[in-house]
Every structure is written in structure tokens, then in C-alpha cells.
């Protein structure tokens, strides 16, 4: 059997991919950045492809020879365009996936994609299973299946790093009350149930509610977390609504409006039907998690997830008050003795201060925007900074306020920012 896994780079793809290679099936990796996947993936057929833009007949074209095709494209975030990935660009995967002949199709789509579903990410997530449901019963021989998860959990998912950040945090928060539900499963479970049906004789032509065997609450979960972390009980603090919205809003931590929407909706389903079709009990949380025992990394790195957006807001602002006050608010002939020291007077030294002054708001701004490099272009710069006045003004190494020596901790500051800036992306 020849798969093609559509969103491959993701954290659903990657195992899917990962686990099919290992039972021997032949597998080729979809995405839009072939680069990345080919060091996510080493040793995979890539596809490069992109939901947004490719047509019906793109798809038709590089499906030529698979059998099966396994969606696992998803966004989330602010600013997401659900429509264009969610919606069409997953119903011309299909289209593409019936002209081609494909045997079989499994969407990966989400808990709550169905007619309680009201946030956009849920529409999306509806109308492309609709249209697959729609078009398998359309006279087609090609079989499907929509998986709808509940919160998948595993390494390197986006709801273990949330929950995993939380419960490492110096107390426990209580989210919305403590009485928002979840039914987490592990990837492993999901993509055990995508194997399945993938291998099954006859196609299942269903959607599934697929969550684990146990539904607890947020403070629950967090607290499953935290013994996986192999960390003690600690008190905990609630943390009214109001106050989440606002942190997401402004993109501190990894939680946005959607996922916190979709949280406070409610996250739980009957297991009874996922078994009944598959016959798979999934696991419970903390029994598989043992499987996966946690390493002095993954406490280190839940630890410092709540800080990196704190981080970068740190940094931006180092940068975005250096350029403004130069411009604005600096004693007057401060910075014209310095620039003097340089050489520059007149409209030569103006030229320079606006320069210098709109490359740090630059900076700051990029950091902000989470452009990649934009710290990295602040060690450049700061180093030419700090390099220029060594030469001039060595002094100011010994200046009772350290205002070069303080360039050092914004340097260190700007390594740790870019380093996981490239970790992250």
C-alpha cells in the first residue's frame, strides 16, 4: 500500500508517518516546505504541495499511484485563514483524491466539528468532512473515515506543551474555574486507529468522536502532567476567564483564543462508538504516558515555555525604547556629544541618530512580530554598536551604570530569544 500523508511536518503527521514507515507500507510526505520536511523526516519520499493554492487537478496529478491519503493539515492561532487550509484547500485534496482513483481517505478533523462546533476552526473542520462524506456517497467506490480527536497529547504537541508549561509553573493554575472537560488521547492511540483503518478490508465510510477512556477536567489533566514531570503537589491559584482571554489576546504563552474558546466549550465525547468500529480501547492517560518517561529536558523545557513569550517582549522592548528615546526623549546634546566623539556633526550626525534610531525600532518590532532573525539581527547590531563605542569611549566599560556592560545580558538575552525562536519554528 502506497500512503500519502498530507501535513506531514506537523505533530499528527510526523508520527503517522513514522509509524507507517515502520509496518512496511510505502509512505511519501506531503507539506509545503520540503526543506523542513526532509530533515523532519529523513529518508521520506517528499510532496512539496500547499492546501492553500493547489487545485482539484494539482492534487489528481501528484496522486497518480497512491491508494490511500491521510489528512492531517491543521492550523491554529490568530490570524489563521481556517477557510483557505481547513475548508478548501482539504476539499480540492479530495476532489483531486476521487479523480486519481484513491481507495481510501482519512480526514483528520476535531472534536466538536459538528453542528455544536461554532468557532471558526470547527466550521472549517465541518465543511471539509461534509463535502468528503458528500462525495464518497456520490456514486464513488473511494472509502473514508473522520476522525474527530479530542486533545491528542504526546511529545511535541502543542496541547503537551500547554498543559506540561502549567503544571510546571510555581502553582497550579486553575483554569476557568477547574470545571472546563477534556478527554485527552495519546498520539500513539490515534495513530494505532489510523493504522487500523487504513488496513481494514472494508473502508468504514464514518466519523468518529476519537478520545481517550477518561474525562477529567483542566486541573486534573494539569495535574496528571505534573506527575509525569515527577513533580510534588503544589496550591493552586485560579485564574478567572476575563484574564485568560487577555493573555491570549496579547500572544502570551502557547494557548490563543481559539484553543481557549474551544476549551471552555467543552472537549468530551462517548467512547463507546470509537471502540465498537475499531475495536480499540484507548489508554489511559497516565499508563501511556509511563511509556514515555519524562527526561530532565522535558521539565527544563516546561519550565521555560512560560517564559519565552515574557522573553521576547522583554527584548522588543529594549530595542523599541532605545530607538524612541534617541529620537525623542534623550537630554538635549547627549547624544550630539557622543556622535562628535564619531566624527559627525550637523545634518551627518542627524542622518546617523535616525539611522540608528529607526534600525532599533526596526528590531523591536520584528521581534515582536516574531519574524525569524529578528533577534539575530539585534546581536548584529548591538554588537556594532558596543564594537564603535569601545573604540570611542572605552570609558563607559567602567561607567558606575554599565551601560556597555549591560549590552552583554542583552546579547546573552538575544542568543536564548533567537535559539528558541529556531527551535520553535
Known amino acids: 500500500m502506497r500512503v500519502l500523508v498530507v501535513g506531514a511536518g506537523g505533530f499528527i503527521g510526523r508520527h503517522v508517518v513514522a509509524r507507517l514507515a515502520g509496518e512496511g507500507l510505502q509512505v511519501a510526505a506531503a507539506g509545503r516546505d520540503p ?36 489528512n492531517c493539515a491543521g492550523i491554529i492561532g490568530a490570524g489563521a485563514d481556517y477557510a483557505r487550509v481547513h475548508q478548501h484547500g482539504a476539499i480540492a485534496l479530495f476532489d483531486g483524491a476521487r479523480a486519481a482513483g484513491v481507495g481510501r481517505v482519512i480526514q483528520i478533523s476535531a472534536l466538536g466539528a459538528d ?43 502543542a496541547s503537551t506543551v500547554l498543559f506540561a508549561a502549567l503544571a510546571a509553573l510555581p502553582v497550579r493554575p486553575r483554569l476557568g474555574g477547574g470545571d472546563w472537560q477534556v478527554q485527552p488521547i495519546h498520539v500513539d492511540d490515534l495513530v494505532e486507529i489510523v493504522v487500523h483503518l487504513l488496513r481494514a478490508p472494508r473502508a468504514l465510510c464514518a466519523r468518529l468522536d476519537v478520545v481517550g477512556p477518561d474525562a477529567m477536567s ?24 476575563w484574564l485568560l482571554v487577555l493573555v491570549t489576546r496579547v500572544g502570551i504563552g502557547p494557548a490563543s483564543p481559539e484553543s481557549l474558546a474551544m476549551l471552555a466549550a467543552g472537549n468530551t465525547a462517548p467512547l463507546a462508538p470509537l471502540v465498537e468500529a475499531t475495536a480499540i480501547m ?30 521576547r517582549w522583554l527584548l522588543a522592548l529594549v530595542w523599541l525604547a532605545g530607538g524612541l528615546v534617541s529620537l525623542g526623549l534623550a537630554p538635549a546634546g547627549s547624544t550630539d556629544a557622543m556622535l562628535a566623539r564619531l566624527g559627525l556633526a550637523g545634518t551627518a550626525a542627524m542622518g546617523a541618530l535616525w539611522v540608528g534610531s529607526l534600525a532599533d525600532v526596526a528590531v523591536g518590532l520584528a521581534i515582536l ?13 548591538m554588537g556594532g554598536y558596543t564594537t564603535i563605542l569601545s573604540a570611542v569611549a572605552p570609558e563607559l ?11 552583554l545580558a542583552v546579547l546573552g538575552l538575544s542568543f536564548a530569544v533567537h535559539a528558541l525562536e529556531m527551535r520553535r519554528g
Open 35 to 70: 526543506n523542513a520536511l526532509s530533515r523532519l523526516l529523513p529518508g521520506a519520499e517528499i510532496v512539496p504541495c500547499n492546501l492553500t493554492r493547489d487545485g482539484a487537478g494539482d492534487w489528481a496529478q501528484r496522486l497518480r499511484g497512491i491508494d490511500a491519503v491521510v
Open 115 to 157: 453542528e455544536t462546533g461554532t468557532t471558526p476552526y470547527h466550521r472549517s473542520k465541518r465543511a471539509a468532512d461534509d463535502h468528503l462524506a458528500r462525495l464518497c456517497a456520490d456514486g464513488t467506490t473511494m472509502g473514508w473515515a473522520v476522525l474527530r480527536p479530542s486533545l491528542v497529547l504526546g511529545r511535541g504537541g
Open 218 to 241: 483542566t486541573d486534573e489533566l494539569t495535574a496528571v502532567m505534573r506527575r509525569w514531570l515527577g513533580m510534588g503537589r503544589m496550591p493552586v491559584l485560579p485564574i478567572p476567564r
Open 282 to 311: 484507548p489508554r489511559p492517560l497516565e499508563q501511556v504516558l509511563a511509556l514515555h518517561p519524562s527526561t530532565s529536558a522535558d521539565l527544563a523545557m516546561s519550565r521555560l515555555s512560560p517564559m519565552i513569550p515574557v522573553m
Open 369 to 381: 512580530a516574531r519574524r525569524r532573525g529578528g533577534a539575530l539581527a539585534g546581536v548584529m547590531l
Open 397 to 407: 566599560w567602567a561607567d558606575p551604570f554599565g551601560p556597555l556592560v549591560k549590552n
